[in-house]
C-alpha cells in the first residue's frame, strides 16, 4: 500500500511526464488507475480531500443491477450491471456480498404482484439466476418481522447486494497500485493548463504542506463526480450537471431489526426507500432532493430529509415506535446527475456522461456497481491520445484473489472472508500487524481493532476523519461518532502516524466538530413532526 512517510517523497513521485493524469479519487477515478496501470500506462490520480471522500463514501451501498433501469427501459444497462454485480460477488466476497430483498404486497398498493414478478423475472434472466419467490403473509411475517399487518398479501424476496463503498474504492486503489499507478490524497487540481487550447497538462496543490506542481500529461480525465463543472471549460454553454442529495440514517439493529433487506414506496411520493443490516447496524435511505448548497463542504442531511426518511419507517415499521433518539448517525450523497429540467429529480437519468472537451475528458454520474466499465470507456475515449503499452488487463478478475489466512488468527470463517474482502493481499499482513487483543472486535461494529492499525499504518491516513469515517466506518456506526473509543484509538495513531499529543487534540476536536455538523441529527427543534405530516 503507501509506505510509511510516502507524502516526504511527494516532489520525487510526481517529477516527469505522465501518460495519463485522473482528477478524482472516488470510485471512478480508482477504476480508471487501475485500469490505466494495469495496461502498464504511466497514471496518476489526484485526490482534492480524502480517498472515497465524495459521493463514493456516501452511497446507499448496493451493488445491484438497478431495478429503476429496468422500469426506464434500459435493458442493456440492467444486464451490464447484474454482469458487473456476479463478477464483484466471485472476486471481492467479503466486501461486496449478497443481499436478499424483501417486497410487502399490500391490497391495493403498487406494484402488485403480478407486476412485480414480471421485473425481477427479467432482472434475475439476465443474472441467470432464480432469487425471486412470493411468500404469502404469514410466512412472510417470518422473514420480515415488525412490519405493517393490515392489508398485507404477502411478499416477494429477491437477491441483490451490497458493499463498503469507501472499502471498495480503496482495495480498488490497492489493486492500482500494485499495478504501478500512483494514487495521491489531499492533492487538489487547481488548474487545467492548455497548449493551443488543448488540455495537456494540470497544476496541483498540495493541501497539507502548499507547495504547488506542474504536471504534464498526455491524457487527462476529470472524474470529479459532482464537482466535474468546476474543471470544465464548456461547463456554462454545454450540458450541466444538477446535484441531487441523497440522504441516509443508521439505527441499531436491535431497534430495526431486519433480517434481510425491507423495501417499500414511500407512502409520501411513491419513491423506493429501504431498511437494509449493514456492518452490524441498520442503514435506512435514501432521499432524493435537488442539492441547492454549494460543494465546498460536504453534504448532509437535512431536517425535512430526517422526517420523510421516519416517515417511511413509521409507515412500515409501525409496532416499532422509532424515534430520534434511535438515531446513530447520518450522512449524505451527493449525486451528479445531467440536467433535463425535469420537475421532479427522480426522474433525471442516472447513467454516466462522458464530455471530452478540448483535451479534458470528464467523465461522471454512474453508479459504484459498474465502475470496471465505466473506467473502461474513460480508457477508450482516450485511447487515441495514449501510448500502446504491453500490459494488458485480465479479463474480468479485477481483483487478485488472496490466499488463505492464517489459522491460528482464530478468526471465524465470515471473520476471514471479511479481511480478505476488505483488504485483500494485505489481509495476512494486517493479521500480523495486529497487537495483543486487536483481532476482538470494536463493540457495534464488525471492526477488528487491527483494521485501525493497519489502515493509520498502509492506507495513507492523512486525519482522524480519514480512519474513522472511511477507511473503517466507525464514526457512522457508534453512537457520538466513537466518542467513547478515541482514547484507545490514539494509542494506536500516536504509535502509527507519529502524532504528539497536541497533533492529537488537534485532530480529535476537529474530527468530532466535523461528526457533530455533517453526520448527526440536525437540531431536534427544526424537524418536523413526520406522524403529523400529510401521506400525500
Ligand atoms: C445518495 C446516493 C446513493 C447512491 N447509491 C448507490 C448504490 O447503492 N449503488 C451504486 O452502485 N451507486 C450508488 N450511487 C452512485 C454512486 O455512489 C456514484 O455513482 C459514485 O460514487 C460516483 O463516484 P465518482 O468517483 O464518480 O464520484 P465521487 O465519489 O464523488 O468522487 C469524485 C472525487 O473527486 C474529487 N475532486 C473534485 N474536484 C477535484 C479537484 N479539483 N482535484 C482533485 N480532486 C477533486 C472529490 O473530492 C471527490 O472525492 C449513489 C449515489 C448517491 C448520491
Redesign the pocket.
Known sequence: MWPRNWREQLPATLAGDWDIVI????????GILLEAARRGLRALL????D??????????????GGLRYLREGKLRLTRESVQERKNLLRDAAGLVNPQSFAFADYRGRKPGRWLFSFGLALYDGMAGQRSRRYYPADEFLLLAPHIERAGLKGGMCYGDAKTD?ARL?LRVLQEALAAGGIAVNY????QVLRTGGNADGVELLDALGGATYTIKAKALIS?????AD??RQNATAGPKLRP?????LLLPAWRLPVAQAVSLMHPRDGRPVFAFPWEGATLV??T?VDHGEGMEAEAAITPGEVAYLMQALEFQFPELGLGLDDIIATF?????VIDSGKADPSKEA?D?AVWLERGLLT?????????RLIALDALAHCAPLLPRRQGRAPASRTFRQPGPLPANAGLTAAQAQRLQGRYGMHAAELLAAARRGELATIAGSETLWAELRWAARAEAVVHLEDLLLRRTRLGLLLRQGGAEILPRVRAICQAELGWDDQRWLAEQAAYLDLWRRRYSLPPRDTIPDWRAAALS
Request: proline share 2%; no cysteine.
Open positions: 482528477i478524482g479519487g472516488g470510485i471512478t477515478g480508482a489526484v485526490e482534492q480531500r480517498f472515497a471522500w465524495g459521493t463514493s463514501s456516501r452511497s446507499s451501498k448496493l451493488v445491484h463503498d474504492v492533492l487538489a487540481a487547481t472524474a470529479t463526480g459532482a464537482w468546476d474543471l441531487l442529495r441523497g440522504s441516509h435511505g435514501t432524493d449524505a450523497g451527493v449525486r451528479p442516472r454516466h467523465i461522471t454520474g454512474g453508479k459504484l456497481t459498474t465502475f
